[in-house]
C-alpha cells in the first residue's frame, strides 16, 4: 500500500520527493491513518485546521476586536508539560548517550533506550493504529531560512491539527520547503512522526495517552517518533527535540553548535551594534531578555530569536548564528507589560494560546497580569482547567506552564537580519540562571576554556517548564542544556572546547549573569510568603548590564579581577536613572564561604554525573578555581 492509495484532502502526492513519499508510506501502514493532508503552509489550508478544531471544540475563538485571528486551546490536565523520564536518546552504545556515572548514582544528563528495544516499543505497543480514523497531516518544515546553509529540513507526521497549526507559526512550512527539496534532491531530511496516541485521554478535544507516552530519538539516523503527547515540547518536534537534541548531533559531527540560546542585537547611542547569544534554562527569562526594552538613554536592543541558536563559523572566522525558528513559543505566566512590553504587543495578532485562563469577555488572562489590560472586577475568569477563578481563589487562573505560540515577525523589535541565511556575528556568550545567592549579578570567563567551564558548571533554581521534578530547588543544568544534551555531556564539553581552537578564530567573549539574587527582607521571619526581596531590578534594567557586556568586548579597562572571573569596577555599571538605589557590593560579592561550597557541589556532580568523560581540562579548570578561592 502507497500513500496513493488513501485519500489526499489537502495537496498532491506527487509533490513529494520519492524518499519523502517512502517515509509516508512506511509509517501510514504503521498507524493506519484514515486520510492524508499534505500541508501547504497557505491561509485555506489554516482556515480549514481551524474549523476541524472548532468542531472537535479543540480551539475557541478569542474576541477579534483585541485579538486578531487569536485563539485558546486547553489540554488534558495530564498533557501540559515536557515529559523528561519518558523521552530518550536510542543508540547503539549507551555512553554515546550518557556519561559514566558515579556506582550507584542515578544518571541526570540524559536517558538511554537501545535501538532495538525502542523500536520493539513503537512498533510493536505504541504506533500501530494510532491514527485510526484521523487524518495523518504531512508537514515539510524547514530550521531556519529557506536554502541557508545554516539550515535544515525536517518532515513531520502527526494527526494532531494542533501541532500542523503551530509548526506553521514556529517553521517554515509548505511548498517553498518542497521547493527546495526537489531543487536539491541530495539535501538529507529529518524524519519526525508523531501520534497524540489512541484516545485514552479524559478530554475528547484533547486525546492523548499520558500513561504510555514516549519521545524517541534516533541520532544515528535522524529520526525522531513521540507518541501519546498533544503538548508543543513533546510534539512541536522542530522544537528541543530537532533543533537541539538531534541538531547538537549534528553540529558534533558538521563543526558547529546548536545550542539553547536568545540571539539579541544591541545597538549602543553611537550606532555600533554587536550580537549577543544568551543560555538560560526555561522560564528564566530567555525572552524577556531577547525583547528587552532598555532603560538607558539611546540604547536599542532587537530580537533575532528568543530560545534557539545555530552557530557556525563563517570563512572570516567570526562565528555566526541563525535563530533556526520562525515564532515563538513562550512561558505566559509573567509576562506582562512591566516585564516585556514588546511581546505583550505582539500576542494580539496570529496567536494560539494554550492553558491560559479565560476571560467573559473573549479575552485571555494569566498570573502577571494584574496590573494591564485585563480589569478583573469586571469580567468573569475561568480557569485554565474549567473552574471559576477570582483573585481569592486557592488555584492559578493559567497553569503555570501555559503558553503562547506567536509569529516572529509580529514583533516590533525583531532585527532587521533575523532572516538573514549567513546569520549574525555573535561577540559574546552569556551564561545564566535563577540563583538567590552566590553567584554575583555578572562576570567575565577568563578565556574560552574557562567559559567553557562556567557553562559546564552552571546551576540554576528549577522551573515549571517540565511536568516532572521538584520546583523551587537549584540543581545543575550546565548550557541550559541538561534536558536536551543529544549525545554524551563529556563529549559536548569537549565538542566546545574543540571549537574554541578553530584557527584564526575570533572567539566570542563569555559571561554569566545573574538577575535574582536576593536578601531578607528587613524584618521578615521565617513563615512570611516574602521573607526574601530581588537586589536587582531586572527587566528593561537588564541592559545596564548589557552595557558593560557591550563595553567589555571592546576591551574597556571596566573591570576587576576575582577568584571566578572579571567583574565589574565598583563605578563601572551604568546605575544613574534606577528609581531605587541597589546595593552593588552585595550584587558583585564573591566570598570564600560561598565558593568553597559551590567549587564542592561542582566537583562532587563531575564526579558522579560525567566521570571518566569529563575532559582533563575542565577539571584543570575546576582545580584553577578551588586553589584562588582557597587563597580568598
Not at 505582539?346 to 485585563?374: I, Q
Not at 487562573?397 to 523589535?413: D, G, I, M, V
Request: charged letters at 25%; proline letters at 6%.
Amino acid at each position: 500500500m502507497s500513500g496513493e492509495a488513501y485519500e489526499i484532502v489537502h495537496g498532491a502526492w506527487d509533490s513529494l520527493l520519492p524518499e519523502v513519499q517512502s517515509y509516508v508510506t512506511e509509517k501510514a501502514k504503521l498507524c493506519r491513518p484514515a486520510r492524508l493532508h499534505i500541508s501547504s503552509g497557505s491561509q485555506e489550508e489554516f482556515q480549514m485546521l481551524i474549523e476541524t478544531m472548532e468542531r472537535t471544540r479543540t480551539i475557541k475563538k478569542l474576541h477579534a476586536d483585541r485579538f486578531d485571528n487569536c485563539w485558546l486551546v486547553e489540554t488534558d490536565v495530564r498533557d501540559i508539560a515536557r515529559v523528561e523520564s519518558k523521552t530518550f536518546m536510542c543508540t547503539k552504545n549507551a555512553d554515546d548517550t550518557v556519561p559514566e556515572t558515579k556506582f550507584g548514582a542515578l544518571a541526570k544528563l540524559g536517558n538511554w533506550m537501545s535501538v532495538e528495544s525502542m523500536e520493539f516499543l513503537l512498533n510493536r505497543k505504541r504506533f500501530p493504529n494510532s491514527m485510526a480514523g484521523r487524518t495523518m497531516y504531512v508537514i515539510p518544515f524547514s530550521m531556519g531560512p529557506v536554502g541557508s546553509p545554516l539550515s535544515k529540513i525536517g518532515i513531520q507526521l502527526t494527526d494532531s491539527a494542533y501541532v500542523v497549526t503551530c509548526m506553521r507559526i514556529m517553521t517554515r512550512v509548505g511548498k517553498p520547503v518542497l521547493d527546495y527539496l526537489r531543487s536539491h534532491p541530495e539535501t538529507q531530511f529529518i524524519r519526525c512522526l508523531h501520534s497524540v496516541g489512541r484516545s485514552i485521554g479524559m478530554m475528547m478535544s484533547w486525546p492523548c495517552d499520558p500513561d504510555n507516552t514516549v519521545i524517541a530519538h534516533f541520532p544515528e539516523r535522524n529520526e525522531i517518533c513521540s507518541y501519546g503527547s498533544g503538548y508543543g515540547g513533546n510534539s512541536l518536534l522542530g522544537k528541543k527535540c530537532f533543533a537541539l537534541r538531534i541538531a547538537s548531533t549534528l553540529a558534533r559531527d558538521e563543526g558547529w553548535l546548536a545550542e539553547h540560546m536568545l540571539i539579541l542585537g544591541i545597538t549602543n547611542p553611537e550606532g555600533r551594534k554587536k550580537f549577543i547569544t544568551a543560555a538560560f534554562p526555561s522560564a528564566c527569562g530567555k525572552t524577556n531578555l531577547a525583547m528587552l526594552e532598555p532603560t538607558l538613554p539611546g540604547w536599542k536592543v532587537e530580537c533575532v530569536g528568543d530560545d534557539i541558536a545555530w552557530m557556525r563559523y563563517d570563512e572570516d572566522g567570526n562565528l555566526r548564528a541563525i535563530n533556526p525558528e520562525a515564532g515563538f513559543f513562550g512561558v505566559a505566566p509573567g509576562t506582562s507589560m512591566k516585564t516585556n512590553p514588546y511581546c505583550m504587543k505582539a500576542l494580539h495578532k496570529d496567536t494560539v494560546f494554550t492553558n491560559v485562563g479565560y476571560t467573559s469577555d473573549g479575552g485571555v488572562y494569566w498570573e502577571g497580569m494584574e496590573d494591564d489590560e485585563v480589569d478583573i472586577d469586571s469580567v468573569h475568569v475561568t480557569s485554565w482547567d474549567g473552574r471559576h477563578w477570582t483573585q481569592e481563589s486557592a488555584f492559578t487562573a493559567a497553569h503555570k506552564n501555559s503558553r503562547f505560540c506567536t509569529p516572529a515577525h509580529n514583533l516590533e523589535t525583531i532585527d532587521a537580519a533575523w532572516e538573514d541565511p549567513k546569520g549574525v556575528p555573535i561577540s559574546a556568550i552569556l551564561f545564566g540562571g535563577r540563583r538567590p545567592d552566590t553567584v554575583p549579578l555578572v562576570f567575565e570567563s577568563f578565556d574560552w576554556t574557562h567559559g567553557v567551564f562556567v557553562g559546564a558548571s552552571m546551576r540554576s533554581m528549577t522551573t515549571a517548564a517540565s511536568l516532572e521534578g521538584v520546583v523551587k530547588r537549584v540543581q545543575h543544568d550546565p548550557f541550559a542544556m541538561r534536558p536536551f544534551f543529544g549525545y554524551n555531556f563529556g563529549h559536548y564539553i569537549q565538542h566546545w572546547l574543540d571549537v574554541g581552537r578553530k584557527p584564526n578564530a575570533k572567539l566570542p567573549k563569555i559571561f554569566h549573569v545573574n538577575w535574582f539574587r536576593t536578601e531578607k527582607v528587613p524584618g521578615a521571619h521565617d513563615h512570611d510568603k516574602r521573607k526574601q526581596r530581588y537586589l536587582w531590578p531586572g527587566f528593561g534594567e537588564n541592559c545596564r548590564v548589557l552595557e558593560w557586556i557591550f563595553r567589555r568586548t571592546d576591551g574597556e579597562d571596566v573591570a576587576v579581577e576575582s577568584p571566578i572571573g572579571f567583574v565589574p569596577k565598583p563605578d563601572a555599571l551604568a546605575l544613574d536613572g534606577l528609581h531605587e538605589p541597589v546595593k552593588v557590593d552585595k550584587l558583585l560579592a564573591v566570598t570564600k564561604e560561598e565558593w568553597s561550597d559551590e567549587v564542592g557541589r561542582i566537583r562532587e556532580y563531575f564526579e558522579e554525573q560525567v566521570g571518566s568523560h569529563m575532559p582533563k581540562e575542565i577539571l584543570g579548570e575546576l582545580k584553577k578555581l578551588e586553589e584562588r578561592v582557597g587563597a580568598m
